[in-house]
């Protein structure tokens, strides 16, 4: 099937969807406006642009996430002022992964500023989450970051953050990286090894 097929076929999918999402969106049931504002992405465009633009100001928390998300797998670049906006007033891993989703290094500085913050025991997973998200985004200038968290006391933040590094690509974390090598967990110590590796390759073939 082409690509102009399927896409078409997309389109056909989300015009059938657009009436049980109205409806849904209209509910005054939270969990059934949640599920709504989820199903969104599979609007025709640019519907469902326009419906998570506006749900992400939505009273409810929970919505505003779900419409975040749509954002970030739609690719809206306009809406990462409202994103980052939103990133201050409430942080939650849901908006951590709609600008990772979207993409835009924009928003490297201000996940690097949660990182700064005193985010251990119950709110490890939130750190984890920005580990993550600064991995998809590939941005170079969060190397330093990403380097200082391969000290981290948990092993599963040491792993993402030898991941992040292998696609954040700055070829000086190889040396931060080979404190890795004697590491209590294999999972990390072969994380380690394989960002290594990858930025070693980098480097060979840099101009």
């Known amino acids: 099937m082409s ?45 469902g642009e326009v419906r998570a633009l506006a749900l992400v100001k939505d009273a409810d928390g929970a919505v505003r996430e779900a419409a975040a998300l749509v954002l970030g797998r739609l690719r809206v670049r306009e809406a990462l002022p409202v994103l980052l906006a939103l990133l201050a ?61 391969l000290a981290h ?14 696609r954040a690509g700055r070829t000086r974390s190889i040396e931060a990286l080979r404190v890795c090598a004697a590491d209590y967990y294999a999972a990390v110590r072969q994380a380690c090894a394989a960002a290594g590796e990858r930025l070693t390759a980098a480097r060979r073939v840099a101009p």
């Open 153 to 166: 006391a948990d092993g599963r933040l040491r792993r993402a953050a030898a991941r992040a590094l292998a």
């Open 3 to 47: 690509r102009a097929a399927r896409a078409q076929g997309a389109a056909s999918t989300g015009a059938e969807l657009q009436p049980a999402v109205e409806r849904g969106l209209a509910s005054s049931e939270p969990l059934r406006r949640r599920a709504a504002t989820g199903a969104c992405v599979a609007l025709p465009p640019p519907l």
């Open 89 to 149: 007033r409430e942080p939650s891993p849901a908006l951590v992964q709609a600008l990772a989703l979207l993409g835009d290094r924009r928003a490297t500085r201000p996940l690097l500023r949660m990182l700064d913050e005193d985010q251990v025991g119950p709110r490890l997973g939130e750190r984890l989450v920005v580990v993550q998200a600064l991995g998809e985004l590939a941005d170079p200038a969060a190397a330093p970051a990403l380097e200082r968290e």
